[in-house]
């Protein structure tokens, strides 16, 4: 339980062992963290849950720190296990308590867990007060599901930003003032490659609707990884660019090979683009990490 500002709290979990995720295509070298947040507001307002393998400890904790019956609203941004994992669990203590999600959601909720839940679908724009403070909800689909959306805490300038901005990174520090840059936007950078790159084109779109709104942000908290505090709009630019058919003049080539012949013939594509001076590198994908593969991932600028 970490105040990351006043009456917002990170409650999520530290994942220190995690080294694959999205089945075994993923290597998390850092680990991850799963970030759910609790507004303390006038209502109590649970954001996102935790992954399925922490459930119990989740919800026990919340309800020793908070009581689970003070709790009044649940949103959920996204219904993948990493982050609604601990959702079904938490709602066998406290089953009609209302549950926040785009439309889609309500229908990929229902489907995940086959319960008759109090879903209450949102659009972007839609709001919930809760005393002092406001929740608007922003839609954005297929960053990186259909059901995704975003939540901006109005009266607390914090946006949190689910899958968005995030990255796999467990760190005994919260903010991103207090790590690593190199280590960090290597993360970012990685995360969105693996992630957010299909979806390239609604990056360009959702970042120029999230400007229009001229929401202040403070504090960009997303469901993974490090939040941003220190200058967050940081890493929205950097959304920004790597959506904008970003490459750094180099070329990767990949190759697999049973006898040598094809590396042989990769080598021989590596020696003609070095000689026109293009920086190469080759891999071989059956000895090398998948994730260093996209040339997104190959020395982040920050």
Known sequence: ????????????????????????????HRGSTYNSYLIKDQKIALVDTVWTPFHMEYVEELDKKYGLKNIELIVIQHCEQDHAGSLAYLMDKIPNIPIYCTKKGSEM??????????????????????????????????????????????????????????????????????????????????????????????????IKELKSLNLPIDIIAPSHGIIWRDNPMQIVEKYDQWASNYHEGSVVILYDTMWGATKRMALAIAKGLEEAGIPTRVLNIAKSDKMILSPRYLKPRV
């Not at 339980?1 to 998390?28: A, C, N, P």
């Not at 489907?111 to 929740?135: A, C, Q, R, Y």
């Open 109 to 206: 909720i229902r489907k995940h867990f086959h319960k008759d839940w109090n879903l209450i679908p949102v659009k972007t724009g839609d709001s919930v007060d809760l005393g002092e403070m406001k929740l608007i909800f922003i839609e954005a689909p297929m960053l990186h599901w259909p059901d995704t959306m975003m939540t901006y805490v109005q009266g607390a300038n914090v946006l949190l930003s689910n899958d968005p901005f995030g990255q796999h990174f467990a760190s005994p520090h919260f903010y991103n003032d207090q790590v690593d840059q190199g280590e960090l936007y290597q993360e970012a950078l990685k995360y969105y490659a693996n992630i957010i790159t299909p979806f390239n084109k609604l990056v360009k779109g959702k």
């Open 1 to 28: 339980m970490f105040q990351i500002k006043d009456k917002i709290y990170w409650v999520g979990i530290k994942d220190w062992e995690l080294r694959r995720f999205h089945g075994d295509e993923y290597s998390t």
